[in-house]
């Protein structure tokens, strides 16, 4: 695909539902993302995840996406100590977790350790430019290569894990015109989020693009709104309590029956006991 110019569709999923329907509407690549610490978790960052829990998400999701290739990202704290702790966590995220690929975030310094995992056989997706499990040491959620030196510096980021090893990377809060530029100086294809058209991909979190929350909660400016799951799955579940409290449902098409003669044979037999 990357050969040929086709974009690449990326998608987050965090369970079996989530991963059933990225799955079925033909993604190419089904992410099983560290956002499920707020999305599936109600963390306040994806900081708080723990590996544990990611192999959970991962096995659940797995069993559900049956044609798209399957990343599990690799939480904060299980791969920043040493490659070799890297290459343990990419094992059990691989044989535990069921999937086909890893993702870690970091540029050059995290070169080493991507080597380590991609040098074992394992395929490792990168992520360089706004990196949220560093958000405290980038002074929060904020654009990446606004600056030439800046813009330079993630360019040397998405080099060093495509030398190490990544068959693609993300690219996460950058420019359109940099990435565009970071993109054509690559050999691998960049999965853009928040990066503009120019990448070879995009990724979005699932429960952003379809709607899947409640009105006035905070989505970032790159976030397409594609459904409103929320509104219809008020509707519904609005529409069942309603029906449940008038006694509309379950209606007699929701019931099982019972043979006349059997029923008048039970109703006997209570009227002639004494509970």
Known sequence: MYKKGEPITVLTAHDFPSGHVADAAGM???????????????????????????LL??????????????????????????????????IRVIKEGRVHGVKLEGGIEMASTIKKITTA???????????????????????????SASAMKVLEDALAVQEAGCFATVLEAVPAEVA?????????????????????????????????????????????????????????????KDETKSRAYPAPEHTYPIPKAELEAFERILDAKDF
């Open 28 to 54: 190419e690549i089904v992410l099983v993302g560290d956002s499920l610490a707020m999305v599936a978790m109600g963390m306040e960052d994806t900081s708080e995840v723990l590996l544990e829990e990611m």
């Open 57 to 90: 998400h991962c096995r659940s999701v797995a069993r559900a996406a049956k044609t798209a290739f399957i990343i599990g990202d690799l939480p904060m704290g299980s791969y920043e100590i040493a490659p070799e702790q890297a290459l343990e966590s990419a």
């Open 121 to 147: 056989g394992i395929p490792v997706l990168g992520h360089v430019g706004l990196t949220p499990q560093r958000q405290n040491s980038l002074g929060g959620f904020r654009v990446q290569g606004k600056t």
């Open 180 to 240: 565009a530029l970071i993109t054509n100086k690559l050999s691998i294809p960049t999965i853009g989020i928040g990066a503009g058209n120019g990448c070879s991909g995009q990724v979005l979190v699932q429960v952003d693009m379809t709607g899947n929350f409640p009105p006035g909660r905070f989505i970032p400016k790159f976030v397409k709104k594609y459904g409103d799951v929320w509104s219809e799955s008020m509707r519904a579940i609005e529409a069942y």
